[in-house]
C-alpha cells in the first residue's frame, strides 16, 4: 500500500520557486499541501501524462527519444505504485509535483518536457474527471448488484402481505413485492442520474493549460481518443474553473444516500420487537456491551448516519464554488476530499445492503397478523359501497361510522355480522365478506402500477429489464 510521509527535507527549492526571493512558510507549506490526499490521483495523473506525451511526440513538439526514455520513467513509477512501494512527502505539495520530482529523480532534467503545453491548473481537473469516470462506474455497478439483489427478493417472496403506511400509521394492505418495487424504481432513478453526470464527466479539459489554451501546435482530439473522451473542452476558462461534474456527482450521491436511508429507517423499524417484520442477520448486527440481549441493527443506522456526510459534502463544494471569480483559485484544492470521501461512503453503503437483503428473513406471520387488524381494508369497503351505487364521501361516512362501532367492541370489521352491517346501510350484501377478505382485496387493486399480483408480476419483468 503506498505511503504519505511527513518528512521534510531542508533548502530543497520548489519547481516554482524561480520568481522568489524567501523561502515558504513552514505554516503555508502545511496548509496548502493537498499530498496527503491527492495521491489516489497518481494512476489518473500517470495516465493523463502518458497520453499527453504521446501527443507531444506524435506532433513533433518533443523528440521521439527523448518521449521514449520520459514514457519508460512513467512506467517505472506505474510499476512502483502498483507494488505499492511509493510514500509521498509532504514537500512534494500535490500529485503533480510527485510525479514530476520522481520522473526527474529516475530520468534527469528531460523530465522537465513532460509539462509542456499543460498546467497543473488543466491537469488536475483531467485527474479528477478520470477519477471520478472510474468510480462512478463502479458505483453503477454495485448499485446494479444491489437492484438485482431486491429484484430475487421481490420475485421470491414478493407474495408475502404486509401493511403499507401514511403517517407512521398502518393504511392500507400491500405486497412485499409491490414494497421492494418502490425501492427498485427510486434506485432505477438513481441510476439515470449517475449515467447523466458520468456523461458530463467525460469531457477532456487538457490543452486548456493555465487558462487561455496554449501556442504549442497540440492536438486535443489525439489525447481525447487515448484517454477515452467522447468530447473536448470548447472554452479553456471554463474547462480549468468548472466544477460542476463534482456538484452534480455529489448531488446525485446525495440522493442515492437519502434513498439508502430511508430503506434503512424501515429496517430499523421492522426489525423492532414492536414491528417484527424482519429479521436481520448476526453478521450486520452488533450487540450492547451491557445487555446481553441486544442485536443492534448498527448497519441500517449507520448508513442513515452518514446520509449527512454526503449532503454536508455538497453544500461545502456548493459555497466553495459560489463566489470565485474565472478562472481557477485555490479554494478549488477543496473539491478532493468532498469526492473521496463520498465515493467510499456510497460504495461502502452500497455494498453493505446489498449483503444485508441478500440474507434477510421475513417474519410472514407477523407481517401478515399486521395487515389483517386495524381496519387496513376500510377503504376496500368504501369502494365496495361505490360499487354498488352510494357516492364516495357517502359510503367513506358509512365506514367511519362502522370502524368507530368495532373500536367499541374489539372487533376487526370482519367481525361484523352481516345483519348488523345492514343496519348502518341496506346496501351491504353477502358479497361484503369478499371485499373484507385480505387476498381478495389484493387482487382487486389491479389498477396499472397498483398493488395487485397481476400487476406487481408484470412491473418485476419490466424492471428485470430495466436493470
Known sequence: MSKQTSKKKKDKPKLWAGRFSEATDPLVDVFTNSIPFDYRLLPYDLAGSLAHLKMLARQGIIPVKEAKKIRTGLLEIQKE????KLSFPLEDEDVHMFVEKRLTKKIGAVAGKIHTARSRNDQVALDLRLYLRDQIQDLKRELQGLQKTLLERAKNQ?????????????????????????????????????????????????????????????????????????????????????????????????????????MSEELILWSSSEFDFVEISDAFCTGSSIMPQKKNPDVPELIRGKTGRV??????????????????????????????DSVETLLNCTRLLCG??????????????????????????????????????????????????????????????????????????????????????????????????QQVKKALKEMEKKI
Do not use: C
Open 158 to 262: 414478493g407474495h408475502l402481505i404486509l401493511p403499507g403506511y401514511t403517517h407512521l400509521q398502518r393504511a392500507q394492505p400491500v405486497i412485499l413485492g409491490h414494497h421492494l418495487l418502490a425501492y427498485l424504481e427510486m434506485f432505477y432513478r438513481d441510476q439515470q442520474r449517475l449515467s447523466e453526470v458520468l456523461r458530463r464527466v467525460n469531457i477532456l479539459p487538457l490543452g486548456s493549460a493555465a487558462l487561455a489554451g496554449t501556442s504549442f501546435p497540440i492536438d486535443r482530439t489525439l489525447v481525447a481518443k487515448e484517454l477515452g473522451f467522447e468530447q473536448i473542452s470548447p472554452n479553456s476558462m471554463d474547462a480549468v474553473s468548472d466544477r460542476d461534474f463534482v456538484i452534480e456527482f455529489l448531488s446525485a450521491g446525495a440522493t442515492l444516500m437519502m434513498h439508502y436511508s430511508r
Open 311 to 340: 449532503y454536508g459534502h455538497l453544500m461545502g463544494m456548493l459555497t466553495t464554488m459560489k463566489a470565485l471569480p474565472l478562472t481557477y483559485n485555490k479554494d478549488l484544492q477543496e473539491d478532493k476530499e468532498p469526492v473521496f
Open 81 to 84: 505504485w502498483e507494488l505499492g
Open 356 to 453: 444485508l437483503w441478500s440474507n434477510i428473513r421475513f417474519r410472514t406471520d407477523s407481517m401478515e397478523k399486521a395487515a389483517e387488524t386495524g381496519y387496513l381494508l376500510a377503504t376496500d369497503l368504501a369502494d365496495y359501497l361505490v360499487k354498488k351505487g352510494l357516492d364516495f364521501r357517502r359510503a367513506h361516512q358509512v365506514v367511519g361510522t362502522l370502524v368507530a362501532y368495532a373500536l367499541k367492541r374489539g372487533w376487526e370489521l370482519k367481525d361484523i355480522p352481516l345483519s348488523e352491517l345492514k343496519t348502518f346501510h341496506p346496501i351491504f350484501e353477502e358479497d361484503v365478506h369478499t371485499a373484507l377478505d385480505l387476498r381478495s382485496a389484493m387482487a382487486e387493486r389491479n389498477s396499472q402500477g397498483g398493488t395487485a399480483p
